[in-house]
């Protein structure tokens, strides 16, 4: 089974970090040995989605792109926390100052940058936006990095629908909004494709962000508990740093996760409760942020439109790391046979 490469920041090598306060949020420069011709790009900008650096899953998946990317081609990168309760003004004002103090590609990690993306773009022609997990921002200097999540999550469905022994798992969103829809109807189609007699509980921690359905990992674990205490011994979490919780839970109860983003197995600040991770839906966002970059720096010939990742790509997939999934013969066979008929039609995975 072919599967993107595992999004591990541990893979890149380290930069030194200096830590500054802007008045959009606290930020790090990420330096190596030149930084580039003068007027040439900086490097990266890379502005983060809620729940920010550290967050082992989505955030740290982009992070790992950035360090890549800005160590490879001997620039110097700045990536922006985000701060709570900020407004679009906010954003804006963020990715301006990254243009403007000679990043680029600037990048907006998360959906709720689209606004933003479009208004920055316009101002500054000359610098390529990107965005992750949003297209709805259409511009030549505007690249939209976006994934069939729920391919991935079908094959996450098959796993769970495969592994439990309980005959109930369970799906925890972090904020009820359609990109995360895409995680939940991939996953319980995958599941009822597998076996149709295991039931599939669903629940969503927020209807906002501003609420801290991708920041809370207290919300995730009390969610899971809940599924796990209602006989679930699967638990696949697409709640970005709320996850947490929801693995935490997991391993207490000794039940699966099956974490989200990054291979959340290989995260150093999941290692004690690893053994409980079976595997991790992944999307490529580290390739994502690298490929926008090289573009812009390297190759001087900027990506712009949908740039979609899928399991025929290599943009998504499952991560096999825990060797109780990778040497599972009769789920990776499940798995095999799955992954083939997404990628020739013959299944077709449902996004909402």
């Known amino acids: 089974m072919r599967r993107v490469s595992r999004i591990a920041v541990a ?13 959009c949020g606290s930020s790090s420069s990420s330096s190596s040995s030149s930084t580039g011709k003068s007027g040439a790009s900086k490097g990266v900008g890379l502005a983060y989605d809620v729940g920010g650096k550290g ?13 890549k990317a800005n160590q490879e081609f001997g620039v110097t990168g700045r990536d922006i926390e985000p701060q709570d309760g900020e407004s679009d003004a906010d954003k804006v004002q963020r990715l301006e100052t990254l243009a403007k103090s000679g990043y680029n590609p600037v990048i ?9 993306v479009k208004e920055a773009a316009a101002k500054f022609p000359k610098v390529t936006f990107g965005i992750i997990d949003d297209n709805q921002d259409q511009a030549s200097n505007i690249a939209d990095m976006v994934f069939h999540e729920e391919q991935s999550s079908y094959l996450a469905g098959v796993t769970a629908a495969l592994t439990t022994k309980s005959n109930t798992v369970g799906f925890i969103g972090g904020v009820d909004v359609p990109l995360i829809h895409k995680f939940e109807a991939g996953f319980e189609q995958g599941v009822k494709a597998t076996k149709k007699n295991v039931t599939v509980k669903a629940q969503y921690l927020t209807q906002t962000a501003q609420e801290g ?13 809940g599924q796990i205490g209602a006989g679930a011994d699967v638990v696949y ?5 709320s996850g947490q919780g929801v693995i935490k839970a997991a391993a207490a109860h000794k039940v699966w996760a099956i974490g989200v983003d990054s291979d959340q197995y290989n995260q150093a600040a999941l290692s004690k409760y690893k053994n409980y991770i079976l595997t991790s839906a992944l999307k490529n966002v580290e390739g994502a942020v690298y490929d926008l970059a090289k573009s812009v720096i390297k190759d001087k010939k900027p990506l712009s439109g949908e740039i979609r990742g899928s399991l025929t790509n290599g943009g998504v997939g499952l991560a096999d790391s825990n060797p109780v999934f990778k040497n599972n013969a009769a789920l990776q066979a499940a798995l095999k046979k799955a992954e083939a008929g997404i990628k ?9």
């Open 237 to 241: 979490a697409a709640a970005g740093l």
């Open 55 to 67: 967050d082992q899953s989505f955030n740290d998946a982009a992070y790992a792109g950035f360090q």
């Open 108 to 116: 907006g990690v998360g959906f709720a940058y689209a606004p933003a």
């Open 11 to 23: 893979g890149v090598a380290t930069a030194a970090l200096a830590v500054t306060v802007s008045a």
């Open 344 to 352: 020739d039609g013959s299944i077709t995975v449902k996004t909402s």
């Open 213 to 225: 359905g991708f920041s809370s990992p207290d919300k995730g674990e009390a969610a899971a508990e």
